[in-house]
């Protein structure tokens, strides 16, 4: 059998050291490595680099809410933490409670579902919405980018060789909006993959206007969706069946599905036509979903009702 | 029902094992001096194969091809029909035809070797739909229209009643690839054993595979002993695919002159594997000036792929059963098994019956809505009653229970209420289909073809081992037959034996394959019991054997496919209800409700577990489940592709049963294991079309083809 070099710090120091002086594979859950990596039956996956396994990195396992209230995630959190936190907000927890099977979620990370820059990841949706950062950490110190940003194009990141996505910083929730919603179509009921998964948020003013309103697509191009242009026709105004119209338009343009455009667009539509129109009677409640009688078992409970 | 009644359901023989993970499956089996194989397999669906470049072997390692079958051997894998190559020679017909296989000790540097194989080929066009197929695409590669097979059936004058006819509607219908998605892929190890092989496979019909590869090497098939290990699913997929995995390892044993093993990853498996046949069928059905059907006429065309293999069977039963729970006045139908290069396709849970009862249904729920009636109140009109005539020309000898099984259905899901409530387009709907399955072998084929033994054999101790070919793959076949031993010869289920099959310890009673193994051999079993019951307290070790008679008086003549085709078959009435997302067309299963007649049912639990997953895999089938070839090459190759539905895609299912007892199966009982996968999917589609009001006329329908429905499809009252 061939051999394969493989680091385990112990610490993250460590693993900065390592990551400034040697050219590694960074695999924490292996969830997409070892499927992508992986050969027929009885045989080793095969790297064509080193590979450092930073899973049980303490430093970046834990979840709280920093001094300016925002949601701060280790990199190394897994779905089924997120999904089970009370300190994750509501979009993202939905998010990580559908993704994959209970295994899955049980070691995949959100670093690494970000860093896969897949356009069909489950967290980039609300992340991207919520003006997400993530930290990059190297033995020269650290800076924060929005993950819209941070995801460039296609399987693409902004990493710099020597860094490592330490943390992501969550800066708005559930709190900040009166409606939210967020819905995926997978492949099946579970275990699935999004065939597309939009995420809305909407703040109205006092006086009935928009205050904000936010709205991200999965699977709908070859990176996650959204526009603080076409957000912005709605802002601070009243909403209005031909405004309505307008952003889905605008929303339209921005989107690129390749495979399956018409049911995409159509779902995506009729989905931003339904929140917003929802919205506009502020009913009881917060959550919105595609219709009245929608019920998905194990949906976590938004944090504030 | 009587306090011992054999239908109380007991704890499958297996279930301790399986559940703890104590037993072992081929990939466990550790064999000593066993060397490593991996298939080395065709990459175009079409072509000529210019070069093949080695890599330099190392010691011990070897590329073995057809070449190597030694003087007198054949280079064919004997299923059914003998078209089938164990390797490939000049030419390739589809992505996966076995070229060679590469063997070596070290699984690691065999695969290291596998892909620096270079084969070089001359590309042609293929042909991968039935359409291409038809049109002979890239030129005729079978006779010279590529139709490997062709049957045609006429009860009546089917051409008169047309002229008589006040219109004749006409529709298509289509669907398509089926992966089976056994929990475990396959895999088999070859062993030389004296002047002979031992072969251990996950399969389903051990007596199959000696048969089929005996002529590779020119060898008696008794040569060869082919042990059956714990098979973690088949669905038809191992009933000769696994002659393909094993003839090339027989020839590398041989070569080699060592043990060979493969296990194939689930990729692998998919791509490489048989599926369910895609099928169209075209109805063209004569209407009397009330809307009454007068005539029905149909041509079925399956795509076989690049090689015949069993498939004309499997068109046979699927022109059999095209006619539905049904009978018409005339009735006529044609059948063709398509050539094209994709691979081959063979059995599958229902053996061709489903596409033809799909087709049927759905047009029959067409021809209604048109008419603006709810589908089951046309249905009803021509339910098949017991003497009714067949589409062969046979009767139907049992009592039909329809009727009842339908009230049970109707009370279970409140479909007249819902039907009514649920406009077409509203969003929710209801379905509801009518299907059946003939039991076993087709006509006198059990007589003639099979002619089924086994035995049984009562050892001092007072335990009593059961001899037959028969295999458990996860049916619960091993806990219905000693079952059914125990309760003849009343001892306890403990004091019976039956093991996994060797061929070389147990008489041939036949495939486990057609739903036949409970109706057949579960009779062989109940009569050798009750021959044995006398003597079991006198005599200490002895055995008794029995052998399939067919009844007298029910004629079949295989070379006009006229006469009973079946004697006994099982009948299924199955509703579904569904709700559709109005916004992404995301389609909910709401509630599962059926009822089916399996004769007297063996274990009920055990039925119930199959009603369970043949209805959930039906439901698949019809939904979620898309498989598409390009360029004859599979797009769905992964679990995380290729979507089976999950337990969150169905609720939990009314389950009822019709008491309808058998007169030649053992207990009354008749065979179930693929009548439970036959209607679920029309049912399904049935329900999907009313809610969404869109005439739905071809299966798979994931969420993306539902929002097309939606957008594009026709209206359900719209004139055929």
């Known amino acids: 059998m061939e051999e394969m070099m493989c680091y385990i710090p112990k610490t993250l120091e460590e693993a900065l050291e390592i990551k400034s002086r040697h050219d590694v594979i960074v695999l924490a859950g292996g969830s997409d490595l070892m499927v992508s990596n992986k050969r027929t039956l009885g045989l080793a996956p095969k790297f064509d680099k080193p590979v450092m396994i930073v899973r049980n990195l303490p430093e970046l396992r834990g979840i709280y809410i920093n001094e300016e209230g925002e949601c701060c995630i280790g990199a190394g959190c897994t779905s089924a933490q997120i999904a089970e936190s009370t300190l994750c907000p509501w979009h993202l927890r939905q998010a990580a409670s559908r993704m994959g099977a209970v295994a899955l979620r049980n070691s995949a990370t959100i670093a690494g579902n970000i860093a896969n820059a897949s356009p069909k990841g489950d967290t980039p949706g609300p992340l991207y919405m919520l003006d997400a950062r993530v930290k990059l950490s190297s033995v020269s110190g650290s800076r924060e980018i929005l993950v819209s940003d941070f995801i460039v194009k296609f399987r ?35 275990n699935a993959i999004s065939k597309i998964t939009l995420s809305q948020a909407i703040k109205f003013n006092a006086d009935g206007t928009v205050k904000d309103y936010r709205v991200a697509a999965t699977a709908t191009g070859a990176k996650t969706n959204r526009s603080r242009d076409v957000e912005s026709i709605i802002i601070g105004k009243r909403l209005s069946p031909e405004l309505i119209e307008d952003v889905i338009k605008g929303f339209d343009d921005v989107i690129s599905p390749r495979a399956m455009p018409e049911f995409r667009r159509e779902a995506t539509r009729r989905m931003i036509r339904r929140f917003l129109n929802v919205a506009d009677t502020h009913p009881e409640g917060k959550v919105i979903d595609t219709y009245d009688g929608y019920y998905v078992v194990g949906q976590p409970e938004p944090r504030v009702l | 029902m009587v306090a011992h009644d054999i239908s109380k359901a007991v704890r499958r023989l297996d279930a301790v094992s399986k559940s703890e993970g104590s037993v072992k499956y081929i990939a466990d089996y550790g064999f000593e001096d066993c060397l490593w194989g991996r298939l080395v397999r065709s990459s175009i669906p079409r072509g000529i194969i210019k070069d093949i470049k080695l890599p330099e072997m190392p010691d011990g390692y070897r590329f073995i091809t057809y070449k190597d079958i030694p003087d007198g051997g054949h280079n064919y894998l004997h299923m059914i029909a003998t078209d089938w190559k164990c390797f490939a020679e000049n030419d390739v017909r589809y992505v996966g035809e076995t070229i060679g296989i590469i063997v070596g000790p070290d699984r690691t540097i065999v695969e290291d070797l596998r892909e620096k194989i270079v084969i070089e080929y001359e590309e042609q066009e293929p042909a991968v739909s039935i359409d291409d197929g038809l049109a002979c695409k890239g030129g005729a590669f079978i006779n010279d229209d590529n139709i490997h097979c062709h049957l045609k059936l006429e009860v009546g004058n089917v051409d008169e009643a047309f002229r008589k006819a006040d219109r004749i509607v006409e529709e298509t219908i289509e669907t398509g690839f089926q992966e089976h998605v056994y929990l475990e892929t396959n895999g088999a190890c070859c062993m030389p054993d004296g002047d002979g092989y031992k072969i251990y496979a996950s399969a389903q019909c051990p007596f199959y595979i000696r048969k089929s590869i005996a002529p590779l090497l020119n060898i008696d098939p008794s040569k060869i ?136 249904e759905t047009h029959m729920c067409h021809i209604a ?319 999907l079309s009313r809610a969404i009001g869109k005439r739905i006329t071809a299966i798979p329908v994931p969420t993306e083809d539902v929002m097309g429905y939606m957008l594009n499809g026709k209206d359900l009252k719209e004139a055929l």
Not at chain 2, 269 to 290: A, C, M, Q, W, Y
């Open chain 1, 156 to 190: 693409t990141i902004d990493l710099r060789p020597d860094e490592m996505i330490t943390e992501v910083i969550v800066p708005l929730s559930e709190d900040d909006f009166d409606y939210v919603f967020w819905h995926k179509v997978g492949t099946r009921k579970a």
């Open chain 2, 225 to 360: 002993s082919v042990q059956q290990t714990t098979t973690g699913g088949a669905f038809g997929g191992k009933e000769h695919f696994p002659d393909v995995v094993c003839g090339p390892l027989l020839l590398a044993a041989y070569v080699m002159k060592k043990g060979v093993k493969m296990i194939f990853d689930r990729e692998e498996d998919i791509e490489n594997s048989v599926k369910r046949h895609p099928s169209k069928t075209v109805f063209r059905t004569g209407l009397d000036k009330d809307g009454n059907i007068v005539a029905m006429d149909s041509k079925v065309y399956y795509n076989v792929g690049g090689y015949l293999s069993s498939s004309f069977v499997v068109l046979q039963r699927g022109c059999f059963h095209v006619t539905g729970c049904y009978e018409f006045p005339n009735m006529r139908t044609e059948g063709f098994g398509v050539a094209t290069n994709t691979y081959p396709s063979c059995a599958f849970r229902g053996f061709g019956a489903p596409q033809t009862l799909f087709a049927v």
């Open chain 2, 369 to 687: 809505e048109m008419q603006g009636l709810d589908p089951l109140e046309y249905k009803k009109r021509y339910f098949i009653k017991q003497g009714g005539t067949t589409s062969t020309n046979g009767k139907i000898v049992e009592k039909v229970m329809i009727p009842e099984m339908l009230d049970q259905v109707l009370k279970a899901s409140d479909y007249e209420r819902k039907a009514k409530e649920y406009k077409w387009g509203s969003g929710k709907g209801i379905g509801i289909s009518f299907y059946n399955h003939g039991g076993a072998f087709t006509g006198n084929g059990e007589q003639a073809i099979i002619k089924g033994r086994a035995k049984l054999h009562k050892f001092k101790d007072g335990t009593v081992e059961i001899l037959c070919s028969q295999t458990e793959m996860g049916q619960g076949f091993h806990t219905i037959l000693p079952k059914i031993a125990a309760h003849i010869l009343e001892i306890p289920i403990e004091k019976v034996i039956f093991k996994d099959p060797d061929t070389s310890r147990v008489p041939d009673s036949g495939p486990t394959a057609a739903s036949r193994s409970t109706m057949i051999v579960g009779e062989l079993v109940e009569r050798a019991a009750t021959l044995m019951k006398p003597r079991y307290d006198k005599e200490e070790e002895f055995e008794v054997e029995t052998q399939y008679e067919h009844p007298d008086g029910y004629p079949w003549d295989q070379s006009t496919f006229q006469g009973y085709a079946y004697l006994g078959y099982g009948w299924g009435v199955c509703a579904v209800e569904v709700e559709v997302d109005p916004c992404t067309g995301e389609v909910t299963t709401k509630g599962v409700w059926s009822s089916h007649d399996c004769g007297h049912l063996i274990d009920e639990m055990i039925v119930h577990g199959q009603v369970n997953g043949g209805v959930l895999q039906g439901i698949g089938w019809a939904s979620t489940e898309v498989l598409k070839n390009v360029g004859g090459h599979f797009k769905q190759t992964s679990m995380s592709d290729y979507i089976v539905p999950t337990s969150m895609d169905c609720p939990k299912q009314g389950v009822s049963f019709v008491e309808n007892p058998y007169e030649w199966g053992p207990f009354g009982a008749k065979g179930m294991g693929e009548l439970v996968f036959n209607g679920s999917g029309a049912a399904y589609i049935d329900a």
